[in-house]
């Protein structure tokens, strides 16, 4: 078992790494592939993983990881013990601008298990983004990976002047304050 670091490997020219962690295998692969048929000017690998940590035997093996993106299912509290379980296998630095939290299923609210709030409150006691979507609908999917992949091409260090830091904070909402 292995913490996941964001400054352990040196980054790789033209290209970016996404993990994806979540139960939902299915809205994984189907974000992925959004993530994929987006035009980009760099190469990008998407891994996916259920929980953390990673295992430790392939860290060697492993790339420079850009952007965690956790997934929520609003349906499902063990989604959300998964993601909190996992929270503890990332190294502090990745909270500085390199991780967010997605949550779906927001569009069938009367069918939520876990609270707004909970969800609310792990964004601002981890300093990250949360952005929701409904990943059954192919529009909201395709402007999802568009988000996601403008958010990791920052994270990559590929947007000159703008650091995964500055734009974390500027998606921080002033509502919080």
């Known amino acids: 078992m292995s913490l996941v670091r964001p400054f ?21 692969q189907q974000l992925a592939e959004a993530i994929l048929k987006e035009k980009k000017n760099f190469k990008i690998n998407i891994h996916v993983a259920t929980s953390l940590p990673l295992p430790a035997e392939r860290d060697h093996v ?8 956790f997934m929520i299912n609003m349906q499902s509290k063990h989604s959300l013990r998964n993601v909190e379980a996992s929270l503890s296998h990332i190294d502090a630095n990745f909270f500085l601008g390199k991780v967010c939290f997605l949550i779906t299923g927001v569009g069938r609210m ?14 601002n006691l981890y ?36 650091s995964a830091l500055f734009f974390s904070s500027l998606m921080k909402s002033s509502i919080d304050e």
Not at 12 to 17: D, G, H, I, K, R
């Open 8 to 28: 352990d490997k040196l980054p790789t020219l033209n290209s970016a790494v996404i993990l994806l962690v979540g139960t939902d295998e299915r809205r994984q």
């Open 62 to 69: 492993r790339p420079r990881i850009d952007l965690i993106a």
């Open 110 to 123: 009367n069918h939520c298990s876990v609270e707004m709030n909970a969800v609310r409150k792990l964004g």
């Open 127 to 162: 300093c990250s983004p949360v952005l929701f979507c409904e990943l059954d609908s192919e529009g909201i999917r395709a402007a999802t990976a568009q988000r996601l992949l403008r958010m990791l091409q920052i994270c990559a260090g590929h947007v000159p002047g703008v």
